[in-house]
């Protein structure tokens, strides 16, 4: 059964440092999300892409996150300088076309010191 | 302020049971309702959705909706021990370009016991 996959599994970096993590979503899927989840709290949207673009953003995701599909395959989530606060699980998650179902990977666990 | 409340349990059920989650949500416009299931330390895992009002079954699951009570639920038959997770209601808002994020409660903890 096709899967969301997502790499590295746990990232662990120094305040102020950038990140990637990276993503494959299912393979015909056009809708890609990431959302996050601060250990204890709920899960909370950070931005949707469709065709090459940001579709929607939440106010997390402000100047220090971009998001980019470099190939055909990848859809990757950056922070450009961490924060503590930052630290939390990381969930990519992919949607067929009329159907609605976002299908979650395996989560990045990110771990700002 | 859009919101999706759950009773964070936990909610304790013995094996065998009916276990019932419930959630509500904010905004009337909702147009679709999703459950999630969670284990300790891994990815919502999709259980199922719905969007009409009324009950849909899967398997062991039914999710129930009333959009006039802007409730939803999910009942689990014969519930087992493996069902042991915390349950995520998530709703999809009506506005937006894209299908549409998804708002999630901050979950439900069941337990079943042997």
């Known amino acids: 059964e096709p899967e969301v996959t997502q790499t590295p599994s746990h990232q662990v970096t120094q305040m102020g440092q950038e990140v990637i993590l990276r993503c494959v979503p299912i393979?015909?899927?056009?809708?890609f999300y990431w959302y996050r989840q601060i250990l204890g709290q709920k899960v909370e949207f950070l931005v949707s892409f469709y065709n090459n673009e940001i579709s929607e953003k939440s106010e997390i995701f402000d100047d220090q996150f971009s998001v980019e599909r470099p190939d055909g395959s990848n859809f990757t989530l950056k922070i450009r300088s961490t924060k503590l606060e930052d630290s939390a699980m990381y969930f990519c998650a992919s949607e067929g076309v009329a159907n609605y179902e976002q299908y979650f990977g395996p989560g990045t666990r990110l771990t700002v010191t | 302020q859009k919101e999706v409340e759950q009773n964070s349990g936990p909610l304790s059920v013995p094996e065998g049971a009916i276990a019932s989650l419930n959630c509500t949500y904010s905004d009337r416009g909702s147009q679709s309702f999703f459950w999630y299931r969670q284990y300790s330390g891994k990815s919502p895992e999709l259980i199922m959705f719905i969007y009409s009002n009324g009950d849909k079954e899967d398997g062991r699951f039914t999710a129930q909706l009333n959009k006039a009570s802007q409730y939803v639920s999910l009942l689990i038959r014969d519930s087992q021990p493996s069902d042991s997770a915390t349950y995520l209601c998530?709703?999809?808002?009506?506005?937006?370009?894209?299908?549409?994020?998804?708002?999630f409660g901050k979950g439900t903890k069941l337990s079943v016991k042997p």
């Open positions: 393979s015909n899927h056009l809708y």
């Open positions: 998530a709703v999809n808002p009506p506005y937006g370009g894209s299908q549409g994020n998804l708002i």
